[in-house]
């Protein structure tokens, strides 16, 4: 019987809240008892058995509507209420003492506040039960004390002092045990949530991982295989054509690479990868990338790069120039006419190994309303702006929160100033450390040139006549046609730099001047460009300048890397897809390599015992033996020109650390798919034997 019983209120299937409350329940039921029993023995009034029967019997109404409903809060609120504030003045009133059962109804009432009440009831009941106290000790005192002296003969140290002692010792210490076991129970559940939201975290990661690197294999293949057409391609429509596919897929590229980022920014775990980078490269890949999308469009494009900006900086430049072409996107997304302007400049601090990055990026597009200035930067937030309707096509509305995110975590800020239907100045800064301050681009030879500028409009000139003086070049500038013949006629320069228009329509006056023309155009009528002119595609800035002037032949070779050639090289392919081995394939005939591919890592190794390779190419991601299982094989066979064979890993796996596992791992390079003709390039001049690069002079083309 008292085995059920304490199975029933005590057992293991018991809530541990509801055996809390049992256990301050079952001492309350003893404390009313023996109050009642020490009241017969102090012979009280019988209003008092009245009113502590009451209580019990409201009590214990509560006690089963709280058990019925679960309401432990609400219900131990009410019992902690009625003992302490009814019970409690009531046994004062009616025994007249200080001490005994009257004590422990105001301990044990507290200290079951303090084990079964919870936030702000807690509070609120443990204030209302010290007043209780306090005006029942002022009440007592005011009614009994004046009037009948305190009779010591009738206090008892077993009922006053031991029993309520011990009760509330043992209520005390059973209740504590509940209690931690109640908190060691919560403390278990938030490790076990958020064990499991860490393991969800990890798969979406992984799911996102996975997601962009089976976007980026197709892309890879889109890319690289318009890349060849492109090169093939002699009908200016198809080029067009193939330049509006490679605008897409590097526009689908750059959400890819946002939405990876968003994920970890989502998580907090926006990490930076930090390196040595090369400004001018940069800046180079931001520009053309801009410039590329601008190409049909009647929107201008200045750029103006400071001549101060140092050529290698630290920091992570893969986030630094996701922050420029979100930036550079928006301008371009949203404005229809007028021009976008690019303004990088350098700011030195009092550390000499610090630089502040500045950049200013201004366009004339459809502005920003200023009530919807505070939600610009807010994740998935696009402004909802009727008027322009045809301007929301794409976007996420998660470029600019990813920017503000990266510019924070790298201790950088972003802010934007902008007139409704005008246009906006986005300008953001970061610091950077200086690895080589030496300039990123200068013209060697400034002294001796001598340069006039013609360009198409005021703009243009500006940014051209800016950068040639802050490079200490003599430069005049002609705004139209007399005062060009008026300018050429008087000096002596050393080249005309003059637009397409305007060339065409000089072009019999500058035939026989003598002097070395550079035709500026834009990318996409390179064609229209005579064949034997130099030409410097905009926007013009000191990036182009200064490698125009500054072009001698071994440049000129590094540069156009498209035209050396490496017909005595045998390289190999390693990938699971043959779409992209195809590509690759492709990619890497143009230099004239003896290509051979192979579908997995064994196949490679049954070829290495045969064949002799120059360099490797190895997809990361294959079943099986995957890219660094690979290369760990080549490198342990005993051949000896395995160990020194430059191995390059080609993957679609743009997640942040990717690249320095990939080198850690051994790799000598690393190339993120889709594949960049140009990145190929410089892999491959860079690591196969100099001995097996030949210079070509002239490049063959093939009509498509
Ligand atoms: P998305 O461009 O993908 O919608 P963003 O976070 O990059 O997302 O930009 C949020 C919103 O801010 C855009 O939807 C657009 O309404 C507004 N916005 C951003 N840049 C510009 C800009 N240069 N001119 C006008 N509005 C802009």
Not at 141 to 156: F, G, V
Not at 658 to 670: S, V
Request: aromatic share 8%; charged share 25%; proline share 2%.
């Amino acid at each position: 019987m008292i085995n059920k019983l304490l199975a029933d209120y005590f057992g293991e299937n018991v809530p541990l809240e509801e055996r809390n409350l049992n256990l301050a329940m079952m001492f309350f039921y003893d404390t009313f008892a023996l109050a009642l029993v020490y009241g017969l023995y102090l012979r009280l009034d019988l209003p008092f058995y009245i009113l502590t029967i009451a209580v019990v019997l409201i009590v214990t109404i509560c006690y089963s509507y709280i058990l019925r409903y679960e309401k432990y809060n609400t219900g131990a609120f009410i019992i902690g209420m009625l003992v302490t504030m009814v019970e409690l003045p009531g046994a004062h009133y009616f025994d007249g003492r200080l001490i005994s059962a009257v004590l422990v109804f105001f301990t044990l009432g507290f200290l079951f506040c303090i084990f079964n009440i919870n936030g702000k009831l807690l509070l609120i009941s443990v204030v209302l039960s010290a007043i209780s106290f306090s005006m029942s000790c002022i009440g007592l005192y005011m009614l009994h004390y004046r009037e009948k002296p305190y009779d010591l003969a009738r206090t008892s140290i077993l009922f006053d002092v031991v029993i309520p002692v011990a009760i509330c010792l043992i209520y005390t210490d059973r209740a504590l045990s509940i209690k931690q076991r109640i908190h060691q129970r919560e403390v278990d559940k938030a490790v076990k949530e958020g064990k499991k939201a860490e393991d969800m975290n990890r798969a979406k990661d992984l799911f996102l991982m996975n997601m962009s690197h089976e976007m980026r294999t197709p892309m890879n293949a889109i890319i690289s295989a318009t890349d060849l057409i492109e090169d093939k391609a002699v009908n200016n429509a198809v080029k067009q054509h193939i330049s509006y596919i490679k605008n897409a897929c590097n526009a689908l590229v750059s959400t890819i690479d946002d939405l990876l980022v968003f994920s970890k920014v989502e998580n907090s775990r926006l990490e930076l990868i930090n390196a040595e980078y090369d400004t001018g490269m940069l800046f180079e890949d931001i520009i053309n990338m801009i410039a590329v999308r601008l190409m049909d469009r009647d929107v201008g494009f200045y750029v103006h790069l400071d001549a101060n900006m140092p050529s290698v900086l630290y920091g992570d430049s893969a986030k630094l120039r996701q922050v420029f072409i979100n930036v550079l996107n928006n301008s371009v997304k949203y404005t229809n006419e007028g021009h976008i302007g690019l303004k990088v400049s350098i700011e030195k601090t009092d550390n000499d190994n610090e630089v502040i990055l500045r950049a200013d990026v201004e366009d004339t597009g459809i502005g920003i309303k200023e009530e919807d200035m505070p939600r610009l930067f807010k994740a998935f937030e696009r402004l909802d702006d009727r008027e322009h309707e045809s301007m929301k096509a794409e976007g996420t509305g998660l470029g600019l929160s990813i920017c503000k995110t990266i510019l924070d975590g790298m201790g950088g800020s972003i802010n934007v100033r902008s007139r409704f239907n005008r246009g906006s100045v986005f300008s953001f800064e970061v610091k950077q450390k200086m690895v080589d301050s030496t300039l990123m681009s200068h013209i060697d030879d400034n002294s001796s040139l001598n340069v006039l500028v013609f360009e198409d409009d005021e703009m243009k000139t500006e940014m051209i006549r800016l950068a040639l003086t802050e490079s200490k070049v003599k430069v005049v500038c002609a705004g139209d046609s007399p005062e060009f013949n008026e300018l050429l006629k008087n000096g002596k320069y050393t080249h005309i730099l003059i637009s397409l228009d305007k060339y065409k329509e000089e072009e019999e006056r500058l035939e026989g001047c003598g002097i070395k023309c550079v035709i500026l155009s834009d990318i996409n009528r390179a064609d229209e460009v005579p064949k034997n002119a130099d030409r410097i595609a905009r926007p013009v800035n000191i990036l182009n300048l200064s490698e125009y002037f500054n072009r001698t032949e071994e440049v000129a070779k590094k540069d156009e890397t498209r035209s050396f050639m490496c017909p005595n090289a045998r390289v190999m392919v390693i990938d699971d897809n043959k779409t992209n081995l195809f590509v690759a394939e492709g990619l890497l005939k143009r230099y004239g390599m003896n290509v051979i591919s192979v579908l997995s890592g064994r196949e490679a190794l049954n070829l290495i015992s045969d064949l002799k390779f120059d360099m490797i190419f190895i997809d990361y991601m294959m079943p099986g033996m995957d890219g660094i299982d690979t290369l760990n094989a080549i490198r342990d066979n005993k051949q000896a020109w395995c160990r020194s064979v430059p191995c390059v890993v080609l993957t679609a796996d743009a997640a942040d650390g990717a690249r320095q596992m990939l080198l850690n791992a051994g790799f000598d390079d690393y190339i993120s798919k889709p594949i960049r003709v140009d990145r190929l390039a410089v892999s491959i001049y860079q690591l196969i034997d100099p001995k097996l690069i030949e210079w070509q002079t002239e490049e063959k083309t093939e009509a498509v």
